[in-house]
């Protein structure tokens, strides 16, 4: 395992809000996970930890679609302040972990951690772990839910209020996305994804190749210069084991599968920035999906079973 000479500080930013799910209660997540001592357990692995708490945004107006998007003007805002903390926290040099609030906020982190590494001359790589692809436009989601188009925004489609944040349009390009986990997409988002050349590993590729293949893969090229941000969505996991998330699907990746690929990421030593999200403690039972997030999150900020040798 290759640590870097001093560990970041890792910096938790609360962003409370469900605007862009379809199923409300993601707004509950930043409290349903320093309930589940995050903090705490980061602190344990030898970090030092702050918590800025929680950043400020409008509340859930639950209005219907209009052209294609649900609470855009709302899902801006979030997404403006979102921008802001994360780009402070990567000034201080500290490593943003966002605590959601639904995947929509992944638009304001990442455009932000692009624009930082633009400025530093890193290269940035995206892993993107989630049941979907999250690469709907206007045209074809059957919801308008805004959580389900964080990757096709930062890949220059969507509204121009959130494919603009960042000084580069598009923020980021297909050719930095790895997705894995993925097992529902909609049908127009099926072609969208193939015709972008986005990188997906599937859950049929994961079962095929098992989760460290897939890992290596996925992996496969960074270098000393690479910022690394790890996008976690929380269906990417099976609904057996985190039943607290708004859009379960069946067959997801496993306990073990989880920690491998954690610490594999780990590993790498390249973490820089990432995003938890689609907690939903109104679907949770006994806040287990939240203590399940802070084991694995300790996995990926390196809690390892044994002394592991240096590679
Ligand atoms: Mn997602």
Same mark, same amino acid.
């Given at each position: 395992?290759?640590?870097?000479?001093a560990?970041?500080?890792?910096?938790?930013?609360g962003?409370?809000?469900d605007?862009?799910?379809?199923?409300?209660?993601?707004?509950?997540?930043?409290?349903?996970?320093r309930?589940?001592d995050l903090?705490?357990?980061?602190?344990?692995?030898?970090?030092?930890?702050?918590?800025s708490?929680?950043?400020?945004?409008?509340l859930?107006?639950?209005?219907p679609?209009?052209?294609?998007?649900?609470?855009?003007?709302?899902?801006?805002?979030?997404?403006t #302040?979102?921008?802001?903390?994360?780009?402070?926290a990567?000034?201080?040099?500290?490593l943003?972990?966002?605590?959601?609030?639904?995947?929509?906020?992944?638009i304001?982190?990442?455009?932000?951690?692009?624009q930082?590494?633009?400025?530093?001359?890193?290269? /940035?790589?995206?892993?993107?772990?989630?049941?979907?692809?999250?690469?709907?436009?206007?045209?074809?989601?059957?919801?308008?839910?805004?959580?389900?188009m964080?990757?096709?925004?930062?890949?220059?489609?969507?509204?121009?209020? /959130?494919?603009?944040?960042?000084?580069?349009?598009?923020?980021?390009?297909?050719a930095?996305?790895?997705?894995?986990?993925?097992?529902?997409v909609?049908?127009?988002?099926k072609?969208?994804?193939?015709q972008?050349?986005?990188?997906?590993?599937d859950?049929?590729?994961i079962?095929e190749?098992?989760?460290?293949?897939?890992?290596?893969?996925?992996l496969?090229?960074?270098?000393?210069?690479?910022h690394?941000?790890?996008?976690?969505?929380l269906?990417?996991?099976d609904?057996d084991?985190?039943?607290?998330?708004?859009?379960?699907?069946?067959?997801?990746?496993?306990?073990?599968?989880?920690?491998?690929?954690?610490?594999?990421?780990?590993d790498?030593?390249?973490?820089?920035?990432?995003?938890?999200v689609?907690?939903n403690?109104?679907?949770?039972?006994?806040?287990?999906? #939240?203590?399940?997030?802070?084991?694995?999150?300790?996995?990926?900020?390196?809690k390892?079973?044994?002394?592991?040798?240096?590679?």
């Amino acid at each position: 395992m290759r640590h870097q000479a001093a560990p970041p500080t890792l910096e938790l930013i609360g962003a409370p809000t469900d605007v862009g799910a379809g199923v409300r209660g993601t707004s509950m997540g930043p409290a349903a996970l320093r309930v589940a001592d995050l903090d705490t357990a980061l602190r344990l692995l030898g970090f030092h930890v702050v918590d800025s708490g929680d950043i400020l945004g409008p509340l859930n107006p639950r209005q219907p679609p209009i052209n294609g998007y649900r609470h855009l003007a709302e899902v801006h805002a979030w997404n403006t #302040a979102l921008f802001d903390a994360v780009r402070g926290a990567l000034a201080r040099n500290a490593l943003p972990i966002v605590l959601g609030g639904d995947h929509s906020l992944a638009i304001g982190s990442i455009s932000a951690v692009a624009q930082d590494c633009r400025q530093r001359g890193k290269r /940035l790589r995206v892993l993107w772990l989630d049941a979907h692809t999250d690469f709907n436009t206007s045209d074809m989601t059957p919801t308008g839910n805004i959580h389900g188009m964080p990757v096709a925004c930062l890949c220059g489609h969507g509204p121009m209020e /959130l494919t603009s944040l960042s000084d580069r349009q598009p923020a980021i390009d297909p050719a930095d996305v790895r997705q894995l986990g993925i097992r529902s997409v909609d049908e127009g988002e099926k072609q969208f994804v193939q015709q972008m050349g986005l990188t997906v590993y599937d859950m049929r590729h994961i079962d095929e190749m098992g989760m460290r293949a897939t890992m290596q893969q996925a992996l496969d090229g960074l270098d000393d210069d690479t910022h690394l941000h790890v996008s976690f969505d929380l269906d990417f996991l099976d609904p057996d084991i985190a039943p607290g998330v708004g859009t379960p699907v069946l067959g997801g990746v496993t306990y073990r599968e989880a920690q491998l690929c954690m610490e594999m990421i780990a590993d790498t030593g390249r973490l820089g920035s990432v995003d938890v999200v689609e907690l939903n403690p109104a679907r949770d039972v006994q806040n287990r999906t #939240a203590l399940l997030t802070v084991d694995l999150l300790s996995s990926l900020f390196g809690k390892s079973t044994l002394v592991r040798p240096t590679l």
